[in-house]
C-alpha cells in the first residue's frame, strides 16, 4: 500500500503505452519468446534510493510472473557499485520494463540524493528542509516520499490541504490590512483542520500576520538579515518558513536566522537523475 | 494538434487531481468567485521556451472561459523578465492551473534549453545531438518536441519504432557471430520500415555490425579515439551514434571523432527546470 | 472551475454510461431526431440547492449545445414550486441526460438542506456544524460544497488534508503515554502544515491531548456532562469537537456543552434527497 | 465476478483517490510501517446486509495481502453486535481502506435494508416492491442488486433494457391517440426483446394502453381508488405498476388495490445508511 | 447525442493513441505547421453509409477547429463517387485523423451495407432481419446504430436488457422440464421489464416453450421445414426468431417458414468494410 | 507480456461494459450462484488461431478462479473441430466472458487465416505479405500479431514509427521536384531511426525517388507491367512495395512483377471471423 497509487499507478501506465507503443519490435525479432533473463538492477553512483516499490509496480503490471526482490529499502544510502534489486523472468518482459522502470527509479532516488544533500548542510541546525508543489506530474505522492526519503519533510501536499496565502491573494483582497482580512477570512471558511500560512516580503507584513494569528509565515526572498529580524519579531508566535533563493550554497547560512523551515524547489523540479542500470544475463 | 495528446491529456488531469485534490481551500476562502485575474508569465532565465500549447491546456481544462495568449512560441529563444504568455479569467480558475501549467511549461523549457547548449558546443561539426528513451513518464512526446525545439534530433519514440539492439540482446543470441546474427533476425521478423541499430563495445564488433549491413552502429561508451577508430571502419556504410558518458564538457571533443549523432540521456533526465513565474494583478 | 472537478467528471461519465447503456430506446423508437424540448427543473419540495454545476455539466457532456440556464445559485434555499432551471434543446439529449442530472442534483441538494436544519438548530450557539469522510464515492468534493451551501463548515477532506489520531492509532502505539506519543509522532513526521487531532473517550485523555499541544481534540461519544467538563478540563488551548450520537433531536444540547464544533456522519451518509422534477414541453 | 463491474471498479479507485489523495498522513507519522492489524466489521444496527463483495474489493485493490474474510453473506439478515467480516493485514493497508469500504458497505446494506422493510409491508398481497432509476452514480448495478437482497425485484437497469413511454414522450408525440401511436412505434423500432410500459395518468389513457397491447402500464400518483379501477380496466392484459407518492405508510394501502409492481425511488435515493463500524487490535 | 456515446469516445481515444504514438512523424517532417488542407471523403462503392457522426467526433477530437461537413444523413444509399462529407483545416490535424476516422467510418458502412442486402432479400415477407451480440469490440452502440441504418432491427444490446436462455443454461438445469423450468424461473427472478427469449432445437422444445408462455422462441439451426413446423407449433403465442447457418443464399428461404425474426451474426462480425477514401488539396 | 496490451486490456474492459451492462439478467435468474461449468473451444472451420492471450485476459478480468487453459498456440493452422481451449470455473463468470471472449478470438483467427490464405498464394516467389494501419480500432498491436500468426510482415505499426509519403504530403509540398524535396526533407527532420517511404504513381516518381535515397517506394495502384517497369528502374535502390487493388485472384500475378513487398489492407479490414464456438457442460 503506498500513497497517492492511484495516481501512480495510471501514470506507469501511460509511461509504458508511451514507450511500448504497439511493442518492442526488436524484442519481438531477435528474443526468443521462452528466454528468461535474469538480472540486477545497480547505482552507477552514490546517493539514496527511493522509488523501490513502483519499480516493482512496473514489471508486475507487465507480467506477473517476472520476480523482482528489492535489495535495499526506499531511503537507504548507497555506494556507486551497489545491487539494488534483483529481477528474474521472461526476457521479453524484462525489456519491455527495464526503461520505464528505469526512468522512474532513477528520477526518484535522484530527489532523495538531492534532498539528504540539503539536509546535510543543515545539519546541527534548527531548520527542516521542505519541499514545495513543484513536482513532476503525476508524481507528487511519490516525490514527496522521495524527500522523506532524503531526510526533508513535507509542505502540504496539494491545494486543498493547507492555506497558503501569497501575493496573489493579499493583491486581490487589497487594503492596508489585507494580511489580517486574509488570515481572518481563511479562519472562517476554510476547514478547521487546515493550518493557515501567509507569504510576506517585508517585517511590518511579518508582524501584521504574527499578530493576526497566522500559523505560518513564510519569508518571501528575504536576505538572511531580514529573515533574522523576522523571526526575532514573530517571536515564536508562529512556524517561520524561508523561500526562494535557496541553493545549496546559500541554504546553511539561510538556516543561521533561526527559521524552522526552509522549502526548496528544486528538490523536485531540478534533481538530476541518480544513474541506475539494469544488467542481465540470457540464460 | 500535438504529437501524443492522447497521453499528455490525460497526464495532465493526473497532474490536476493530484494537485486541486477536493479543491483549493485558500482560494475558496478568501477569494471572492466573481473575481478577475489577469497574469503574465514572465521567464526569470534566459533559455529557450517549450511547453506553450500543455500550459495552454490545462488552463482550458480548468475552465474554458480562461483566455491564455502566448507572446512566444515554442522554440524560441528569450531572455530573463520575456513575456511568455499572459492569462486572463476568473480568479479562482487562474490560481487552480498556475503551477500545475508551471510545472510543465518550466520542465519542458528545462529540457529545450539545455537541449540548445548542447547544440551549440557542436556547432560547426558534423555531429548531431539527439536524446533517447529516458524522458518523464507520461512526457515523452513533449519532451521530444522540446528537444526539437532546443535543436536537437529525436531518436525513436518508442520500442515499437525502430530496431535496437543492445548488449543484452546480444547475450541473448550469444555465438561469436551474435553481432551478425541479430541484425539477420531484425532483417527478417521486424518491419521492413524500421532501421536496425545496434551497439557495438568493439572495433571488432563496429566492423562485424556494418558488414552485416545495419543502418546505425551505436558506439557505446568509447574513448575519442577508439570512436575515430571505429569512424574510419564503418566508412560511412552506417550512420555512427555516440552515447555515454555525454555532457556539456566532453560534447564537443566526441564531435570531432566524426560521429554522426550523440545521444544524451540528460537532456530528458537531468534537464534543471526554466524558472518561470505568473504574476497577476486582481481587478 | 470547481473543486474536484477531475474525480466528479469522471463519475459523470460512469453515471451516463451505466444509465445509457447501447442507448435510449425508448426515445429512439418515439422521438424523432429533430424533435426540440423545452423544460424545467421545479422544486417539488422546500429545501436548499446545491448541485447546479454538475447538473449543467450532465447536458453538456451528452450534448454541447443543449443550454441549460441556472435560475438559483448553489446555496440559494427554495420554496417547493420553485424553478430551478430551464434546459433547450434536441428532445433525445434531454431525455438522456435527465435521470442522471436529478439524480446529482436531488442527492447534492439534499446534503445542503439537511445541514441547514442542523444549522438552524445551533443558531446561537457557539458550536459549527461540520462534515466527516462518510460521503457517497466519487461525490467527496461536491458533497463538502452542499454542506457549505446548507451553512456548515468542512472537516478535512481527505487522509492527506490532516491528522486525525483515533482509537485505532493509539491502540497500535500503546503504552500509558500514547496520546502524547502520538501528537509527538505527528509533529514529528506529518506535514507541518497540517493540523494534528486526536479522538479522546475519557477526560483523562482531553487533558492529556491538550497538554501535549493536539491542535483539535475530538470527543467521541461523550455525553453532554461529560463534554461540557471536557470543554473546562481543555481550557481554550484546543479546538473542541463533538462527534457521535449527533441527531436534530440531540445538537443543540451538544452545541450547548460548550464545543466548538459538532461533526454528523448523516450530513452526507443518510440525507434524504430533495424532490425535484423536469417538466418539459416538446415543440 | 458481479453484475456491472467494470463500472463500480472504476468508482473505487475514484473513490480510492479522492480519499487517500497523496497519502495518509496520519498513518504515515504514527504506525510503523510493518505493524499488523486485526480487525473486525461490525453491524451497530439491526437490518440487512450487501455489499461485502465491493468492501473485499476496496482492500484488495490496496493491497492484495490484506485479508478479508466475510461472515455473512449478502442478503443476510442481522442484528446489531452480528460480526459481518474479519479483516487481517498490514495496519497502514487496512486504515486506508477502512473508510471507503464501510461508505459502500453502509450505503448498499442501507438500500438492502430498506427495501425489506417495504416488503414485508405488502406481504402477503400480490404486489412486489421494484426499484427504479433513481440510483446514485456509479452504484447502479450494485443498488439494484440490494434491492434484490432485500427482496425487492428490479425495474429496467438503464434506459436500453425496457422501453419506457412517459409524460414527456406522450407530449412528444401529440395527438388524441398518442398513447396508441406511442406504442405502436415502440412495437416497430424498438428491439422485439423488449416489453413496452407506458405511463398513465387516467383511466381512460390506461384503458387505450392495454388496448394497444402494452406489456406494462405504469399508474402515476392515482388515488388508491382509481388504482383499483385502473386494475380492473386492464384486467390482467398488462402488468399494472403503481408508481409515485409511496412511502413505508402508503405502500401496503397501494398494494392493496391489486397492483403487480409497486416502485419506490426512495430505496435508492433515500435509504439512510446502515451503521457499520471497523474496529481493531494492533498487534 | 448519440447511443452508447461513452464507450466509442473511449474507444475513439484508444484508437488515435495507438495510430499516433508519439506524433505523426511524416506529417512533422514534411508540412508546414500553419498549411491548411481541403478534403472530401468519397465513397469508391455503392453502399449504405453509417458513422458520419464518430469520423466527425475523431477529428474534433484532434483538433476542434477542424471543420467537418456531413454531405449525407446516416442510412443513406451512396453510389460510387459519391461526396460524403467535406472537412477543412490545419493540414497535420486533418492527416493525424485520417486514418481512424475512415477506419471507423469503413467498418460502420460496411455493417449497414451487408445488412441491406440482406433486408432487400426478405423483402415481402414476413421476416425481419435482426442483428446479434456478436459485435466489434467497443462499437457495439455504433454497429448497432449501423443495421438499423441498413433497414435491419436490433436483438438486444447486451447481457443485461433482455433474457436468453440457451443451451448451456438448460444444461445447467436439467430435468425434462427443464425448458419450462428456466422460463419460469427467469420471469420471477429477472426485471419484469425483459422478455423471455429462449433457444429451442427441437419441436417438442419448441412447444413446451409456447406452452410455458416463452415472449420469444429461438430456433436454433433448424432446416426450414422444421422452422415452418414450428411456426405452426407455436401458432402466434410467442415472436419466432431463426438463428443458425443463415446467409444471402439461405435467407430468403428461412423467411419462407413464417418466422418473424432472423439473426445474423455476420451482419457485424464479418461485414467487409465498404471503401471510402479522404483526398485533398492542399492549399 | 504482449504488444500494446495497455490498449487492448483498456478495450477489453470496454467490452465487458458495453456486454455486461448492469449484469446478464440471464444467469443471475436461471444459474445457481455456485454452479460450475466446464467448456470447450472449438474452431468450426480450418484456419489459423490468434489471439489466445486475448481470450485468456477476458476470463482473467472477469474471474480470476476460471481456469482456462490453451490447447493450441497462436500461429497453430486447425482442422475444423479442433479443440482451442478449455475452460474451467463458476459457471456465470465464463457465460459473463464467452461472448466477448469469442469475439475477439474469431476476429483475430480472421485475420491470421486470411493472411494465410494471401501468404499461400505468393508461396515461392519474392514476395511478402504486409499489412496497413487499416486496423480495427483498438486492436491494432493484436491485429499486427494475427497477421504474423498468418506468415504475413508488419508495415509500420502507427504515424510515430515510419515515414511514409503519400500523394498528400507530395500535393502539399509542390514543385516539380516535389518527390526529391519530401525525402529531403524527410531525412533532415524525422527521427534518423526512422526509414523513409514514398508513395508514387509513375515511373518517372519511382526514378526520382529513387535517384533522391528513399527506402522503400510504394507503387500506387500500378498495372502488373508498370510494377515490373519500376522494379527495373529501381533497380534495388530501395524496398519496391505494391499497394492497391489487391486480391487473392491477383496477389500471384503481382508478385510476379519482382516487388518485394505486397500491402493488403483486406487482412484487417474484411476479414471475416473464424467461427469457433464454447459448449460447455454444467456439472
Redesign the interface.
Known sequence: ???????WH???????????????????????PD?R?DGVMIAKQDGVISGIEVAAFVFER??PEVSFIARVVDGATVKAGAEIASIEG????V??GE??A???L??LS?VASLTARYVAEVKGTNA?I?DT?????????LE??AVRHGGG?????????????????L????GDDRVTK?IQ??R????????V?VEVTTLAEAREAADAGA??IMLDNMSVEQMAEAVNVIAGRS?VEASGGVNLASVRGIAGSGV??ISV??LT??A??LDISL????R
Chains 1, 2, 3, 4, 5, 6 share one sequence.
Open positions: 500500500m503506498s500513497a497517492g497509487f492511484a495516481t495510471a501514470l506507469v501506465d501511460l509511461a509504458l503505452a508511451e514507450d511500448l507503443g504497439a511493442g518492442d519490435i526488436t524484442s519481438l525479432a531477435t528474443i526468443s528466454a533473463a507487465i507480467d521472461n526476457a521479453r518482459s525489456l519491455a526503461r520505464v528505469l526512468n522512474l532513477q528520477r535522484g527542516s521542505v508543489r513543484k513536482t513532476t506530474p503525476g508524481l507528487r505522492a514527496k516520499a519533510r513535507n509542505h502540504r501536499l496539494g491545494l486543498s490541504d493547507g492555506v497558503l496565502i501569497k501575493d496573489n491573494h493583491a486581490a483582497i487589497g486574509a477570512r481563511a472562517e471558511h476554510a476547514p478547521h483542520t487546515a493550518k500560512e500559523d505560518i512556524l524552522d523551515l524547489g528544486a523540479h531540478s538530476p537523475a544488467k542481465f544475463v540470457i
